[in-house]
């Protein structure tokens, strides 16, 4: 796909959200019996040290985010993985979350955690052909029963000096 790029975004701003909101659609769809549908809208923090928020563009449309999470010295988890509906399985998520792993190891990174939903069958697949391994679920998803989580080594790479979001 030559025409999709990837860019650091502010996961305040305005694409983030939308894609953020989008993705929170996809989950009441999916997860209907534990999301009620008045539920607030779900946001975004600011950007912390150590974190990344990238949005994929096709053009000037913002089409697929994903971030980083420092979770400790060299731990970091993935999250707000989603593609917009219209353009799945067109390599969009496999492109951002290879930038995500690239970026972990720029930032020193060894080890990546995330956390997917147990009805998310293509997510699975994808962070499984990566070579994520299940783990039982960490922090904020221990007692979530459709929480599946996933943890990645990353090779020892020294931090990129010149990355200043570490």
């Not at 969009?92 to 972990?104: D, E, P, Q, S």
């Not at 052909?129 to 039982?136: A, E, L």
Request: hydrophobic share 40%; aromatic share 8%; with cysteine.
């Amino acid at each position: 796909m030559t025409d999709l790029r990837i860019e650091d975004i502010d996961p305040q701003g305005e694409q983030a959200l939308a894609l953020l909101r989008e993705a929170a659609v996809d989950a009441r769809a999916l997860y209907p019996e534990l999301i009620c549908a008045d539920a607030p809208w779900p946001t975004n923090p600011p950007l912390e040290i150590g974190g990344v928020y990238v949005c994929a563009f096709l053009g000037q449309a913002p089409v697929g985010c994903g971030a980083l999470r420092a979770l400790g010295e060299d731990t970091a988890e993935v999250l707000r993985m989603y593609v917009h509906r219209e353009h799945r399985r067109q390599g969009i998520a496999r492109a951002v979350l290879a930038h995500l792993i690239a970026r972990a190891q720029s930032l020193g990174y060894a080890r990546l955690v995330l956390e997917t939903g147990c009805k998310q069958s293509a997510a699975i697949a994808l962070y499984e052909s990566f070579g994520f391994r299940q783990i039982p679920p960490f922090s904020e998803y221990e007692n979530d029963p459709t929480s599946v989580c996933y943890q990645l080594q990353l090779g020892a790479r020294e931090p990129d000096r010149h990355d200043t979001n570490r």
